[in-house]
């Protein structure tokens, strides 16, 4: 703040400073502070710009990367004092900078609070992706190991919760394996998105000094694979873009709910009644008034989490949608959401890692589970489609043979050959053969199925990839 109460850096035509309540109301600094490394960064690159183009002298770019320097050290250190007065981030580091060097007047040259926000979040957004990826990275590992530990034991696998027919462990994790894999690759794309440079478009229609875009992207790393600039094309859309919020928040939003997904399986096979899996102490909590509980919290905060992720999606959509061109002061709510967002599934994929690292499956549960002849219907009816009856026919008898043993109050392997053969008269003796399990498994050795040599060679594929 000026002596006079005037906001210093935009308040030449104000005759007073703002209401402390309007100060309270409009600060940022709360929350964007996180951006000082980004901002910091971008503003060593725009004065390297400016110097190239001599709209500073080397004294002046100096003594502005000396202070800019520092900056970083004192707020890497914790000791940098933010002030709400200043608004947000960028102010209170130009500000700061002043207090350094008269130079810093000149920093702001051709540049505005339009393009340098949108460079910070560009930045953040590459950085906050590669974390991201190498946090999917851990909790596929910890995936991995644990579907390579129990490859081949067999579990039911289930659809509309119904027992359907018999998969392994192995197989079941491997799919979140698969959604995992593909969640590395959108942040991937979401940083390749962020790879483009905004600094040059000023508020919205750039700047009539001779400003040089394509130093300034390579000076900041926006460049594509043959080292070639990436700039934004238009200074308006520039300001206005909020697609990488969104995009971000999308696959901050589809990772988390492939992690509430393989919480709630979990969550289930923790439970007494099935009975899958162990879980360690650490990641589970007790009763305050039940002795006996052991809450599988960490999966049950996963799901709830993932519904506070998707409202951070929402919540960027619906601020978004009735905007104007271009920059509007809406937009400074953009980024709480997207910070919620990163901080939370990081942690949600840290602890699912966590919680599978110390968790114990029951293999001799599983088998008991897995054990249930009526797993194998459908494999019966493929066994008469062999012998030649259509599979529509086959579905049929089958489903006579299952309401027969229902009736008898037998499971489908005991009913008697005559009981058999009075619904299909030409099946063989060897017909009990397809309720052996291994049976069941051996013939589905295609890509994709739960075959062990299938399980084993995606585990391996995965494996060679995580070690890449
Ligand atoms: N704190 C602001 C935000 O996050 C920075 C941009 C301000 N631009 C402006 N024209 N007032 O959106």
Redesign the pocket.
Known sequence: MADNGKQAT?GGRFKDGPDGLMLAFGE?VSF?QRLAPYDLQGSLGHASMLLSVGLLNQEEFNSIEKGLKELAEEVKAGDFEWKVEW????MNLEQALRAKTDAADKLHTGR???D??ATDMRLFFKDACSQLRDGIEHTMSALLAMAKKYATTPIPGYTHLQRAQPVTVGHHLLAYVEMLGRDHERFSTVSNHANVCPLGSG?IAGSTLPLDRVHVAKALGFVDEAGEACLTPNGMDAVADRDLFVEFASACSLCSLHLSRLAEDLILWNSSEFGYLRLSDSFTTGSSLMPQKKNPDCFELIRGKTGRVIGNLSNLLVTIKGLPLT?N?D??E??PPVFDSFEQLGMCLAVTAGALEGAEVDESRCLSAASDPLLLATDLADYLVEHGVAFRQSHHLVGSLVARAEELGISLPELSDEDVQKIFPEIGDDWRDVFDLSRAFAKREKPGMPGPSQVSARIEFWEGILKS
């Open positions: 935009w940022s964007d608004e947000d981030v960028h505005s609070r339009n340098q926000v508020a920059y002061r937009l400074q953009d980024k």
